[in-house]
């Protein structure tokens, strides 16, 4: 006899914990709290009287807003946290940091840190579930999660679509955790950019590395641009951004190649005329503005599902 | 500790590579000094000695751990000279050398002298103190060597801080020759390898952290081997832990290049794999590497290519290791799970007694020049008294090191030093 599924993660640090069960079951749950987003009383009372404190170690303007406005649609209790990672470790450690919140008694902490595996250290020290919204170049599990669900919600399944990604796969967390869950899920993860942005063993997590952007691209259901962080050029990792524009920028005429319902995404603030076009960015096969609407559903999926997924 | 006018060490078995001996036999210890050695029950104890009956252990000469860091002066909140050489002692190590990396850094004959002055204060083993090859190892003006050497140390290196200027370099090894100064190659390619946490390849890349490749060794092993060579100088290459290192060293010694080289245990015991879930306690530099690195690293221990098992006992606290892992302090402890460590090699018959007892103790004593590494008569007795099959679980609180910074924590492990002696005198029993 099969066992009746439960969700049953305390904590969501990455897509690599989740089994395609939990992210379909995540998936489900987004979409049927997307609805609340669209009712005039934009409130439901699942989180009443519980804490949620948003750590931020790093800038962050839209992964912020969509988890407050997510935890606030379902009546939690919100308070955040800036903090420069450099001011931070000057004086308190992290694991200080942890020990102080959890005096106060906090159901749900929301980290965004620029060390790799900093959501993992808070959650061995801190009784509250932990939320991982962006570690170093580590993951990214709940924009991974958007996206799929805005994959599955145009393209009404995941298993067997081609999915490109191109760009800065070395440094973006968002990469890594949409490889590893488009994976999960039985699509086909192709990735391109310049090879000095193409980290080492990336084979090993699932990805089918191309050296030309067009094959990447070519009869692709999903073509997804990363953002190229200007500083890269100092590494030495890019020539110019001109160059990444001409040589592996999404363009029209790039898009041809690809599949004629193809859908084009972007985790955001996209640098326009770089990573896209600008008539790609705006354009109908553009979902970048869904991909938005879908985060806050997405977080709200989250918090819920980690407090036990009662009271609803 | 303790002493006495005279100790005989009974029915041990006696490993003693440079006089070809293992077998079992006695050694009889007096005024600090081998006076005798001789087969088992052929030497009686005399009157006021002590005799200890070492049935089923190893009787071998003195360990010493070419490398390692005693933070004083400067962080003595991690490990003392005290400490560090209680907790070589506890190891089965009789010596030690150790890095300048200190606050401030051993460029002087200053820092020496007193480096010096407190092991011989309050040390538990012989320290050998390596002084920097650059002054503050800031790797643009030659160290002192001459001073340094007068005042009592043994080599060069600015371990921790590798030479970038092959020019400095190619200086260092030239004017070392005027004062007999061995310069150690901490051999790191820092446009590489700056910033890295872990060594780079499918798992830095799955845990988001920024990788160390192993070209980063191999590249600057190249440069100071082509130098040492080039200048008709020796070298010693300092904790290689990659194929292509052991490659080079090899093909090095192959065209007869004075060059040696070190390991440490980790390196043939664990892979990157020990970083698991982010334990700060598997960070070190260079990092654990890949299972095939691993398995060469064993080979060149076995047909020599590695002369010697150092340990880069490397003291941290808590302070520097319970923070986010890029953040953390690079090392790692190794003074106390040496032994055990290279002797599950030995169960594996990866390596013989004889040559586990040349890389802790023969090799390390030539490399350096100091005395130790046999057994002869006359010889100072310094003895280390292994254990083989002893089994312990190695827990933080038994630990004599002042900081706990050991990946091997809760694991079991088979064979320990159970009596250590220096110049006669007994730095540690546990039997």
């Known amino acids: 006899?099969?066992?009746?599924?439960?969700?049953?993660?305390?904590?969501?640090?990455?897509?690599?914990?989740?089994?395609?069960?939990?992210?379909?079951?995540?998936?489900?749950?987004?979409?049927?709290?997307?609805?609340?987003?669209?009712?005039?009383?934009?409130?439901?009372?699942?989180?009443?009287?519980?804490?949620?404190?948003?750590?931020?170690?790093?800038?962050?303007?839209?992964?912020r807003l969509s988890f407050e406005i997510a935890a606030k649609r379902m009546s939690a209790d919100t308070f955040n946290i800036s903090a420069s990672t450099s001011s931070a470790r000057k004086g308190e450690t992290l694991i200080d940091t942890a020990k102080n919140l959890t005096s106060m008694k906090p159901d749900i902490i929301v980290i965004r840190h620029s060390s790799s595996g900093s959501p993992h250290l808070l959650a061995r020290h801190i009784k509250a579930s932990v939320i991982n919204a962006g570690d170093g170049t580590h993951e990214h599990p709940s924009q991974a999660l958007l996206d799929m669900m805005t994959v599955r919600e145009?393209?009404?399944?995941?298993?067997?679509?081609?999915?490109?990604?191109?760009?800065?796969?070395?440094?973006?967390?968002?990469?890594?955790?949409?490889?590893?869950?488009?994976?999960?899920?039985?699509?086909?993860?192709?990735?391109?950019?310049?090879?000095?942005?193409?980290?080492?063993?990336?084979?090993?997590?699932?990805?089918?590395?191309?050296?030309?952007?067009?094959?990447?691209?070519?009869?692709?259901?999903?073509?997804?641009?990363?953002?190229?962080?200007?500083?890269?050029?100092l590494d030495p990792l890019l020539p110019s951004l001109r160059e990444y524009a001409a040589f592996f920028g999404i363009n029209r005429t790039l898009l041809q190649s690809a599949k004629p319902d193809a859908i084009i995404m972007h985790?955001?603030?996209?640098?326009?005329?770089?990573e896209m076009t600008f008539?790609?960015?705006?354009?109908?096969?553009?979902?970048?503005?869904?991909?938005?609407?879908?985060?806050?559903?997405?977080?709200?999926?989250?918090?819920?599902?980690?407090?036990?997924?009662?009271?609803? | 500790m303790n002493s006495f006018p005279a100790l005989l060490l009974q029915n041990a078995r006696i490993i003693d590579p440079v006089n070809n001996i293992d077998e079992p036999g006695d050694l009889l210890l007096a005024e600090g000094v081998i006076r005798q050695r001789g087969?088992?029950?052929?030497?009686?104890?005399?009157?006021?000695?002590?005799?200890?009956?070492?049935?089923?252990?190893?009787?071998?000469?003195?360990?010493?751990?070419?490398?390692?860091?005693?933070?004083?002066?400067?962080?003595?909140y991690k490990e003392t000279i005290a400490s560090g050489t209680r907790a070589a002692a506890a190891g089965g190590f009789t010596a030690v050398a150790c890095m300048p990396n200190t606050n401030p850094i051993n460029d002087n004959q200053s820092v020496t002298s007193l480096i010096l002055a407190k092991a011989a204060a309050e040390g538990s083993a012989r320290v050998y103190p390596v002084g920097a090859i650059s002054k503050n190892s800031k790797g643009t003006e030659l160290a002192e060597y001459g001073e340094l050497k007068k005042a009592g140390a043994v080599a060069v290196s600015d371990d921790g801080r590798p030479v970038a200027n092959s020019q400095l370099m190619r200086r260092a090894l030239e004017y070392s020759g005027n004062h007999n100064l061995l310069v150690i190659s901490h051999a790191e390619e820092v446009s590489l390898s700056e910033n890295g946490a872990m060594n780079e390849g499918a798992l830095s890349t799955r845990l988001g952290l920024r990788g160390i490749p192993t070209v980063a060794e191999a590249i600057m092993i190249y440069r100071d081997l082509a130098l040492a060579e080039y200048v008709g100088r020796p070298i010693h290459i300092a904790h290689i832990s990659t194929r292509e290192s052991v490659d080079l060293v090899r093909r090095a010694k192959n065209k007869g290049c004075p060059v040696t080289a070190e390991t440490a245990p980790h390196y043939f015991?664990?892979?990157?794999?020990?970083?698991?879930?982010?334990?700060?306690?598997?960070?070190?530099?260079?990092?654990?590497?890949?299972?095939?690195?691993?398995?060469?690293?064993?080979?060149?221990?076995?047909?020599?290519?590695?002369?010697?098992?150092?340990?880069?006992?490397?003291?941290?606290?808590?302070?520097?290791?319970?923070?986010?892992?890029?953040?953390?302090?690079?090392?790692?402890?190794g003074l106390e799970t040496a032994v055990p460590l290279t002797l599950?090699?030995?169960?594996?018959?990866?390596?013989?007694?004889?040559?586990?007892?040349?890389?802790?103790?023969?090799?390390?004593?030539?490399?350096?020049?100091v005395a130790g590494g046999s057994l002869s008569e006359g010889?100072?007795?310094?003895?280390?008294?292994?254990?083989?099959?002893?089994?312990f679980v190695y827990r933080e609180e038994d630990i004599v090191s002042k900081s706990a910074n050991s990946p091997f924590l809760g694991w079991e492990l088979t064979g320990k030093a159970v009596l250590t002696i220096v110049a006669g005198r007994i730095t540690f029993r546990d039997l």
């Open chain 1, 267 to 274: 985790p955001g603030p996209i640098n326009r005329g770089v």
């Open chain 1, 1 to 63: 006899m099969e066992f009746e599924y439960r969700f049953q993660h305390k904590h969501i640090l990455g897509i690599e914990e989740l089994s395609a069960r939990d992210i379909g079951f995540i998936l489900d749950t987004a979409e049927s709290f997307k609805e609340i987003s669209q009712r005039p009383i934009k409130k439901v009372p699942t989180l009443r009287g519980k804490t949620v404190i948003h750590l931020f170690f790093e800038p962050s303007t839209r992964t």
């Open chain 2, 269 to 333: 015991t664990l892979t990157e794999e020990a970083v698991g879930v982010y334990n700060t306690r598997a960070k070190m530099n260079p990092p654990l590497r890949s299972a095939d690195d691993l398995a060469a690293i064993r080979v060149g221990l076995r047909d020599g290519t590695i002369d010697a098992i150092a340990t880069d006992h490397a003291p941290h606290s808590a302070m520097e290791k319970d923070v986010e892992f890029d953040q953390a302090a690079n090392g790692i402890i």
């Open chain 2, 379 to 391: 010889n100072s007795a310094d003895i280390t008294v292994i254990d083989p099959g002893k089994t």
């Open chain 1, 154 to 233: 145009k393209k009404g399944k995941i298993a067997g679509l081609k999915i490109a990604i191109v760009g800065d796969i070395s440094h973006s967390r968002v990469a890594h955790s949409n490889i590893l869950g488009f994976t999960k899920m039985g699509a086909q993860v192709h990735v391109s950019g310049p090879a000095t942005l193409i980290p080492a063993g990336i084979k090993q997590l699932g990805a089918i590395v191309c050296h030309r952007v067009e094959d990447a691209v070519a009869d692709a259901d999903v073509v997804m641009a990363l953002r190229i962080q200007k500083e890269r050029q």
């Open chain 2, 39 to 76: 087969k088992a029950g052929s030497i009686s104890c005399p009157a006021n000695g002590l005799t200890i009956d070492l049935q089923g252990k190893w009787l071998v000469p003195g360990l010493i751990d070419m490398h390692v860091h005693l933070r004083e002066p400067g962080e003595e």
């Open chain 1, 279 to 312: 008539d790609v960015a705006d354009g109908e096969q553009s979902v970048i503005m869904d991909q938005v609407t879908n985060g806050v559903a997405v977080r709200m999926a989250l918090l819920y599902l980690i407090m036990g997924g009662e009271d609803r």
């Open chain 2, 344 to 369: 599950a090699l030995v169960r594996e018959n990866i390596l013989t007694p004889a040559r586990m007892i040349e890389l802790l103790s023969v090799q390390p004593a030539r490399i350096l020049g």
